[in-house]
């Protein structure tokens, strides 16, 4: 029997700019591929300076009609708050449906014994509710975000006609302290990828290597958002050349990854035919 072929991955040097525990699947399909994974924390979580807003939703989650939930902490958060609150989120009085940004939100609120009744199939904010529509038309929408949250969802809910509660269930932070060796081995030219899964990790990385940096590390390496929202924020921040996994799940990111690793094999194959 034929030996499998190695992965485009295999070897590659990649950069995840999240915590471990929220990285641990990723890290593992990554290995699996023969890639080196390299945790590198640049955003952390917080509880929100004031209990009272969330506090207040979770007591009264009955009274809303769409719960929208639009990242994994999010949940986390509220579950959280929940327990500490000894308040169930699930209650036979509610009317509540609970809508999500992507698959991985909408594996963690199930985790969570939320029933989820929508996921988005374009995985931002502003594209769920479009896809919502008039199913949020009069409704009553309890949304719990992190306090540095784009505000395109609440406006665009709001202009579909929906009464919208958001609250800060957490605070996203730059962590305060960053691996110095393996930002090294960014600048240095021996990471071959660096994952970015927030406009708040691509606002940190800037902060630490400067803007200009940033920009030349395009032609270095793979600079990969995962999402249409950290895509666009990296082009923002000047990025031009990016590697864009269409959502958060492992499959997607490792998939976009290996797609582009295998044809920038095949442009220096072509490349090598013609000299």
């Given amino acids: 029997m034929a030996e499998a072929s190695p992965s485009a991955l295999t070897g590659k040097r990649i950069v995840i700019t999240r915590s471990a525990g929220q990285s641990e699947e990723l890290a593992r399909e990554l290995s699996s591929r023969g890639a080196i994974p390299v945790v590198l924390p640049l955003v952390s979580f917080a509880d929100p300076g004031d209990f009272a807003p969330l506090d207040a939703a979770i007591a009264g989650i009955e009274s809303f009609d769409w719960m929208i939930l639009t990242s994994a902490q999010a949940v986390r958060a509220i579950v959280k708050r929940g327990e500490e609150l000894k308040l169930g989120l699930n209650r036979t009085e509610s009317k509540l449906r609970t809508a999500c940004v992507g698959p991985v939100t909408a594996k963690a609120a199930r985790q969570a014994g939320l029933p989820v009744e929508h996921v988005a199939e374009t995985h931002?904010?502003?594209?769920?509710?479009?896809e919502l529509g008039n199913r949020v038309c009069g409704a009553k929408v309890f949304l719990p975000r992190s306090d540095r949250a784009n505000p395109d969802l609440p406006t665009a809910l709001k202009l579909h006609g929906a009464t919208v509660t958001e609250v800060i269930a957490y605070?996203?932070?730059?962590?305060?302290?960053?691996d110095e060796r393996?930002?090294?081995g960014i600048a240095g030219g021996t990471t071959d990828a660096v994952l970015f899964f927030s406009?708040?990790?691509?606002?940190t990385f800037a902060e630490l290597f400067g803007g200009a940096q940033l920009n030349g590390l395009?032609?270095?390496?793979?600079?990969?958002?995962?999402?249409?929202v950290t895509a666009k924020a990296l082009r923002e921040a000047g990025v031009r050349c990016i590697v864009v996994a269409g959502d958060t799940t492992a499959a997607a990111v490792v998939g976009a990854l290996e797609e582009h690793f295998a044809g920038s094999v095949k442009q220096a194959q072509a490349g090598a035919k013609r000299t």
Avoid: W
């Fill in 124 to 130: 931002s904010g502003a594209a769920l509710a479009e």
């Fill in 171 to 178: 605070r996203t932070l730059r962590p305060t302290e960053v």
């Fill in 182 to 184: 393996n930002l090294r």
């Fill in 199 to 203: 406009p708040s990790a691509v606002q």
């Fill in 218 to 228: 395009q032609d270095k390496l793979a600079i990969t958002a995962v999402g249409p």
